[in-house]
């Protein structure tokens, strides 16, 4: 009698036991990689949205457009620009004949709601632009 020899059903379940735990950490690293390349690519986004904010403010000052710099003005500066950053506060205050100080509080709003909520306020931001005069 000659008997067929194969796997037993322990080999067998130690095995699937074996793939599972090495599938299911292979997709948490997955998952986890991709969390940190969103959270690089959000900080990228909000850099940049400040970083044009910044340009188009001191543009307005060094025309000589300083008050035209308002709260509706910023927010829909950065609603055009499509991404998740919104205007909280904007503060701006002529300093001497030329120079503008501009405080700029955001929120990065997460969820969308339109207000600003725990935890996704960006510290406070403030610039100093100066106006630009004849040519001496």
Same mark, same amino acid.
Request: hydrophobic share 40%; net charge positive; glycine share 10%.
């Given at each position: 009698? /000659?008997? %067929?020899?194969?796997?037993?059903?322990?080999e067998?379940?130690?095995?699937?036991?074996?793939?599972?735990?090495?599938?299911?950490?292979?997709?948490?690293?997955?998952?986890?990689?991709?969390?940190?390349? *969103?959270?690089?690519?959000?900080?990228? /986004?909000? @850099?940049?949205?400040? $970083? $044009?904010l910044?340009?188009?403010?001191?543009?307005?000052?060094? $025309?000589?457009?300083g008050? %035209?710099?308002?709260?509706?003005?910023a *927010?829909?500066?950065? /609603? &055009?620009?499509?991404? &998740?950053? @919104?205007? +909280?506060?904007?503060?701006?205050?002529?300093? $001497?004949?030329?120079?503008?100080?501009?405080?700029? /509080?955001?929120?990065?709003? %997460?969820?969308?709601?339109?207000?600003? *909520?725990?935890?996704?306020?960006?510290?406070?931001?403030?610039w100093?632009?100066c106006? &630009?005069?004849?040519? +001496?």
């Amino acid at each position: 009698m /000659k008997s %067929a020899r194969g796997f037993t059903l322990l080999e067998v379940l130690v095995t699937l036991l074996v793939m599972g735990f090495t599938t299911t950490g292979l997709l948490q690293l997955l998952v986890y990689g991709g969390r940190q390349y *969103d959270g690089l690519a959000r900080g990228w /986004k909000q @850099r940049e949205a400040l $970083s $044009s904010l910044r340009r188009t403010c001191r543009e307005a000052v060094m $025309s000589g457009r300083g008050s %035209a710099l308002t709260p509706e003005f910023a *927010d829909a500066f950065l /609603k &055009r620009i499509g991404n &998740r950053l @919104r205007l +909280s506060v904007l503060t701006v205050r002529a300093c $001497s004949p030329r120079a503008w100080f501009v405080q700029v /509080k955001l929120f990065e709003d %997460a969820n969308l709601n339109g207000h600003e *909520d725990r935890g996704e306020a960006i510290p406070l931001t403030t610039w100093c632009f100066c106006e &630009r005069g004849e040519p +001496s």
